[in-house]
């Protein structure tokens, strides 16, 4: 290959390992880049693009004897489920034939289409357990399940506060499930819950008027949650009207992200995803983040780079770049080859149902640092 000087703009964008590999490998990107979830949809959005620009720097991977090296093609659908369809109809239509999708609206809506031609393997960042129970064979979902949280967040705030739920929550399709889930669970130990006062989380700026109804019934905790950033401003709104009582934090909220919204204090007394920097094992990542995005990485962060190295794994043990069904049927064995490095959080494996089986880890905040509680997986 001749260094002309046409060739200066492709190296100084894909990296010398890209310009010089036989074959470029475009992964799909359908999720949140604008309104309020834009947030959100960027830090999974980063932590796909990290670990493509590393696998890039590397030289790609070997796939057949070819050399691989991979570029995100990202669109924006604004967290709608529709345009999630149209985005993925467009990205397949390319012959892009894996794709990450991280709401549940949008991964739901979009399975039936992963079996149709062109087929491909859906990437699932949620912990909706629908999308396991769909019994999808072409999906490949990162995330824990929430209703492992569940149990143990219910039991630790009704015995730290008291027996009456407030509902705050988003109202995507996501927050909905999630809604009756804590409602029905919180029920089941014995508590009583107010009326639903849930806010799209992803247009609502003012949430003092959401919060001041639920307030009104003198609720002990609030189940509050969606993107991290409006969660926080939610948790302002309570605590400026004189809320002195607990949160249920659905797994969507970061408490890392959080606490640069609000003060630490204003989360004592809440229950969520530990921070992945409190996690063992990740300082490494989290240095390399931070180096690269200037910003703090999440678990949305940290679980699509996993994801996408073991997808470039399962590339090299299946063969093949172009067959979803034979890349799908290597994640368990290429998660389990994936080097240390490369896995950020403890790793066991894939189940045959798709689903990561890693580590994961929850906390309750209090006097500003985080109480690790223990959970017990649920697996259906």
Same mark, same amino acid.
């Given at each position: 290959? %001749?260094?002309?000087?046409?060739?200066?703009?492709?190296? !100084?964008?894909?990296?010398?390992?890209?310009?010089?590999?036989? =074959?470029?490998?475009?992964?799909?990107?359908?999720?949140? !880049?604008?309104?309020?979830?834009?947030?959100?949809?960027?830090?999974?959005?980063?932590?796909?693009?990290?670990?493509?620009? @590393?696998?890039?720097?590397?030289?790609?991977?070997?796939? %057949? #004897?070819?050399?691989?090296?991979?570029? +995100?093609?990202?669109?924006?659908?604004?967290?709608?489920?529709?345009?999630?369809?149209?985005?993925?109809?467009?990205?397949?239509?390319?012959?892009?034939?894996?794709?990450?999708?991280?709401?549940?609206?949008?991964?739901?809506?979009?399975?039936?289409?992963?079996?149709?031609?062109?087929?491909?393997?859906?990437?699932?960042?949620?912990? @909706?357990?629908?999308? +396991?129970?769909?019994?999808?064979?072409?999906?490949?979902?990162?995330?824990?399940?929430?209703?492992?949280? !569940? &149990?143990?967040?219910?039991?630790?705030?009704?015995?730290?506060?008291?027996?009456?739920?407030?509902?705050?929550?988003?109202?995507?399709?996501?927050?909905?499930?999630?809604?009756?889930?804590?409602?029905?669970?919180?029920?089941?130990?014995?508590?009583?819950?107010?009326?639903?006062?849930?806010?799209?989380?992803?247009?609502?700026?003012?949430?003092?008027?959401?919060?001041?109804?639920? !307030?009104?019934?003198?609720?002990?905790?609030?189940?509050?949650?969606?993107?991290?950033?409006?969660?926080?401003?939610?948790?302002?709104?309570?605590? @400026?009207?004189? $809320?002195?009582?607990?949160?249920?934090?659905?797994? &969507?909220?970061?408490?890392?992200?959080?606490?640069?919204?609000?003060?630490?204090?204003?989360?004592?007394?809440?229950?969520?995803? +530990?921070?992945? =920097?409190? $996690?063992?094992?990740? &300082?490494? $990542?989290?240095?390399?983040?931070?180096?690269?995005?200037?910003?703090?990485?999440?678990?949305?962060?940290?679980?699509?780079?996993?994801?996408?190295?073991?997808?470039?794994?399962?590339? @090299? +043990?299946?063969?093949?770049?172009?067959?979803?069904?034979?890349?799908?049927?290597?994640?368990?064995?290429?998660?389990?080859?994936?080097?240390?490095?490369?896995?950020?959080?403890?790793?066991?494996?894939?189940?045959?149902?798709?689903?990561?089986?890693?580590?994961?880890?929850?906390?309750?905040?209090?006097? #500003? =640092?985080?109480?690790?509680?223990?959970?017990? =997986?649920?697996?259906?």
């Amino acid at each position: 290959m %001749k260094h002309t000087r046409t060739l200066i703009p492709l190296l !100084l964008a894909l990296g010398a390992g890209s310009a010089l590999a036989d =074959k470029v490998v475009s992964i799909g990107y359908s999720g949140p !880049l604008s309104g309020g979830a834009a947030f959100y949809g960027k830090d999974v959005q980063s932590g796909i693009e990290m670990a493509i620009n @590393e696998l890039n720097r590397a030289g790609g991977v070997t796939v %057949k #004897g070819e050399k691989v090296t991979f570029r +995100l093609v990202s669109l924006d659908d604004r967290y709608l489920p529709n345009e999630t369809a149209t985005n993925v109809r467009r990205l397949t239509s390319q012959g892009i034939n894996v794709v990450f999708v991280p709401h549940a609206g949008g991964i739901l809506t979009v399975q039936p289409l992963t079996g149709r031609d062109p087929n491909f393997l859906l990437v699932a960042y949620s912990s @909706e357990p629908k999308i +396991l129970a769909a019994n999808n064979p072409m999906t490949f979902m990162l995330p824990p399940r929430y209703d492992n949280y !569940l &149990q143990p967040f219910v039991s630790t705030q009704m015995k730290a506060f008291g027996k009456k739920l407030g509902m705050v929550g988003t109202t995507s399709a996501y927050g909905k499930q999630w809604a009756e889930a804590v409602t029905e669970e919180w029920k089941k130990q014995g508590g009583t819950v107010g009326a639903n006062n849930g806010v799209d989380y992803a247009t609502t700026v003012d949430y003092s008027s959401a919060v001041t109804k639920a !307030l009104a019934e003198k609720p002990d905790v609030l189940f509050i949650g969606g993107p991290s950033q409006p969660t926080a401003l939610v948790v302002k709104a309570a605590r @400026e009207q004189g $809320f002195k009582g607990g949160f249920i934090v659905m797994d &969507q909220a970061k408490f890392e992200q959080m606490d640069t919204v609000v003060p630490r204090a204003y989360l004592d007394g809440s229950v969520g995803v +530990l921070p992945t =920097k409190e $996690f063992p094992g990740t &300082q490494v $990542f989290v240095n390399q983040y931070q180096r690269a995005y200037k910003k703090i990485p999440t678990s949305e962060a940290g679980l699509n780079y996993m994801g996408m190295n073991v997808i470039a794994k399962a590339m @090299e +043990l299946a063969g093949t770049t172009d067959d979803p069904q034979a890349i799908r049927a290597q994640l368990n064995a290429a998660a389990k080859a994936l080097p240390l490095g490369k896995t950020v959080y403890k790793l066991t494996g894939v189940t045959p149902g798709g689903h990561v089986d890693a580590e994961f880890i929850i906390a309750s905040v209090k006097d #500003g =640092k985080y109480n690790r509680l223990r959970v017990n =997986k649920v697996y259906k």
